[in-house]
């Protein structure tokens, strides 16, 4: 799962990296456009989160028709969150980035990427689902080899429609967003083929799980909501942040930019942990384990995911620490506030992973609805308009702005513990 994830967010950090030679114009270009399209995107990451503790949950019960009702209900979500997201995206995404982005250069460049970057946007809705229903179900080396094979293919298709390699067209940044929506293509159809050859059995399951159809469309529904809602809410939060950021200096958000998908690529090394967590959890539920049994389970994955943050920080360490290496084409400025960035990136990755560590435990167990007050509270009522008063009040520097990170998870940290240590959530069991 860690290794899928680092893939899947290496897709971001890869585009970064390839559209830096170009200007810090197009690092901002690519990072608005992604701001916008990853709101929906988001979305599609939020239902597919929820799908993978809900297949889990299946799984641990061993009832087919359980399992067959999770597969057909997340894909019919996550397909019309894609479709009508792809519409929103081409009808009003140039208007808003006009109204955002801080030069004319830049909004050019940033529809030129979002109108291609619809693609994977619909790619997605189906990948990601599929991609939870393997994890939820065990068989996560699936999304890894859809992974694996996909990103290779982005990279070299990347790198010749930017810059017109191999007799083919340069497309500058738009091509970055072409060898990214082909990438995620490929790996949708490898997706499906292991999907029919796995699992073509529940094509033969007869019923749903609540009788029909759109009874068992809405208990999904219901059940995912809160979940989704917690992943929405982070990325709509992330996203807005972003767009404030695009009202400082230009080197401060291309600092910003820049360092917001290597955070997701590197987080993915405790995030996962904290994830695959959950699933089992949730698949220990399923199967009515003892109290004493979950008990071993978690202090075992706890000390796990404090090594992950150890690990995630030395990895930030190394980053910070190759930033002239990496972006030599930027500017001395841009490249000081990255290396700046580095004691907040250290130091958030231990509440972090022990907050998520909480919050997917409490999310197994089907108490979604406290989960998603901590988080929407915590990034509506702080980090936003914290973000906004440092910014375009304060006109802060870009470390202190990142360093309301930190802060977030620290304000967490106290409501997902207390709640973890009552133990009900134990005693759940999962209705029809």
């Given at each position: 799962m860690t290794l899928k994830a680092i893939f899947l967010h290496g897709v971001v950090v890869i585009d970064g990296?390839?559209?830096?030679?170009?200007?810090?114009?197009?690092?901002?270009?690519?990072?608005?456009?992604?701001?916008i399209g990853g709101i929906i995107l988001g979305t599609i990451f939020a239902f597919a989160h929820a799908m993978q503790i809900r297949a889990a949950q299946a799984f641990g019960t061993g009832d087919p028709v359980f399992l067959k009702s999770v597969l057909a209900?997340?894909?019919?979500?996550?397909?019309?969150?894609?479709?009508?997201?792809?519409?929103?995206?081409?009808g009003i995404g140039q208007s808003l980035i006009g109204v955002l982005a801080p030069s004319p250069d830049v909004v050019t460049h940033a529809w030129n990427y979002l109108s291609v970057f619809v693609l994977v946007v619909l790619f997605e809705s189906v990948g990601q689902c599929l991609s939870s229903y393997f994890n939820g179900?065990?068989?996560?080396?699936?999304?890894?080899y859809g992974y694996a094979l996909s990103v290779p293919i982005n990279i070299l298709v990347s790198i010749a429609l930017i810059h017109g390699y191999w007799g083919l067209p340069a497309f500058g940044i738009s091509g970055a967003a072409m060898g990214s929506a082909f990438a995620t293509l490929v790996q949708v159809?490898?997706?499906?083929?292991?999907?029919?050859?796995?699992?073509?059995?529940?094509?033969?399951?007869?019923?749903?799980?609540?009788?029909?159809?759109?009874?068992?469309?809405?208990?999904?529904?219901?059940?995912?909501?809160?979940?989704?809602?917690?992943?929405?809410?982070?990325?709509?939060?992330?996203?807005?942040?972003?767009?404030?950021?695009?009202?400082?200096?230009?080197?401060?958000?291309?600092?910003?930019?820049?360092?917001?998908?290597?955070?997701?690529?590197?987080?993915?090394?405790?995030?996962?942990?904290?994830?695959?967590?959950?699933?089992?959890?949730?698949?220990?539920?399923?199967?009515?384990?003892?109290?004493?049994?979950?008990?071993?389970?978690?202090?075992?994955?706890?000390?796990?995911?404090?090594?992950?943050?150890?690990?995630?920080?030395?990895?930030?360490?190394?980053?910070?620490?190759?930033?002239?290496?990496?972006?030599?084409?930027?500017?001395?400025?841009?490249?000081?506030?990255?290396?700046?960035?580095?004691?907040?990136?250290?130091?958030?990755?231990?509440?972090?992973?022990?907050?998520?560590?909480?919050?997917?435990?409490?999310?197994?167990?089907?108490?979604?609805?406290y989960v998603m007050h901590i988080f929407v509270w915590s990034q509506w009522l702080f980090r936003v308009p914290a973000t906004a008063l440092a910014v375009f009040w304060f006109e802060a520097s870009a470390t202190l702005v990142l360093s309301l990170m930190l802060v977030e998870e620290i304000i967490k940290f106290f409501p997902f513990h207390r709640r973890l240590w009552t133990g009900s959530w134990k005693h759940a069991r999962f209705d029809p």
């Open positions: 990296w390839l559209v830096s030679s170009l200007s810090e114009a197009a690092v901002g270009a690519m990072g608005l456009a992604v701001a209900s997340g894909l019919t979500i996550s397909l019309g969150i894609g479709c009508t997201g792809g519409l929103l995206l081409l179900i065990g068989k996560t080396r699936i999304p890894l159809l490898f997706f499906a083929l292991r999907l029919y050859q796995s699992d073509r059995h529940l094509l033969k399951v007869r019923g749903w799980r609540q009788g029909g159809f759109l009874p068992t469309l809405r208990r999904h529904l219901a059940f995912a909501l809160p979940i989704a809602a917690t992943f929405i809410s982070a990325t709509l939060a992330a996203h807005v942040c972003t767009m404030i950021y695009a009202g400082m200096a230009l080197t401060d958000f291309a600092a910003l930019a820049l360092i917001a998908p290597w955070n997701l690529l590197v987080g993915q090394l405790s995030m996962q942990w904290t994830q695959a967590t959950g699933i089992f959890v949730a698949q220990l539920l399923g199967r009515g384990a003892t109290e004493t049994t979950l008990d071993r389970f978690l202090s075992t994955a706890w000390r796990g995911a404090f090594a992950s943050a150890v690990l995630v920080s030395l990895v930030f360490v190394a980053l910070c620490l190759s930033v002239d290496f990496l972006y030599r084409d930027l500017t001395t400025q841009t490249r000081a506030t990255l290396f700046s960035f580095l004691p907040v990136l250290v130091l958030a990755a231990f509440p972090r992973a022990t907050n998520a560590i909480c919050g997917n435990t409490l999310r197994a167990s089907g108490d979604t609805v």
